[in-house]
Nanobody, 124 residues
Framework: QVQLVESGGGLVQPGGSLRLSCAAS????????IGWFRQAPGREREGVSC????????SYADSVKGRFTISRDNAETTVYLQMNGLKPEDTGVYYC?????????????????WGQGTQVTVSS
């Protein structure tokens, strides 16, 4: 079992920045790939970014490339999502999730354990 707790969400103006944290605990947590997903009202959950268990491989959705950066600190079992240049369309509930597999993926179905989410609102 893996437990995930997100933090760092909030209200920010367009162009601003936030750093989300995903604190992981449980069995073999450092063996899992970690993904960040978001869900806006009335829309399906979508993949934002993911990172391999080693931290050496990352992937980003086209909509956030060049603005968001994912990283992980396995000593602290925490994964971060640095979000810069935020836009109103980045608004939503952000979830982190843990999953296995030989490669990173933004596919929701590849992830087994999910956090409760943290709200990000980008508005002036």
């Amino acid at each position: 079992q893996v437990q995930l707790v997100e933090s760092g969400g909030g209200l920010v103006q367009p162009g601003g920045s936030l750093r989300l944290s995903c604190a992981a605990s449980g069995s073999y947590v450092n063996f899992y790939n970690i993904g960040w997903f978001r869900q806006a009202p009335g829309r399906e959950r979508e993949g934002v970014s993911c990172i391999s268990s080693s931290g050496r491989t990352t992937s980003y959705a086209d909509s956030v490339k060049g603005r968001f950066t994912i990283s992980r600190d396995n000593a602290e079992t925490t994964v971060y999502l640095q979000m810069n240049g935020l836009k109103p369309e980045d608004t939503g509930v952000y979830y982190c999730a843990a999953g296995g597999g030989p490669s990173v993926s933004l596919n929701v179905e590849r992830y087994v354990y999910w956090g409760q989410g943290t709200q990000v609102t980008v508005s002036s």
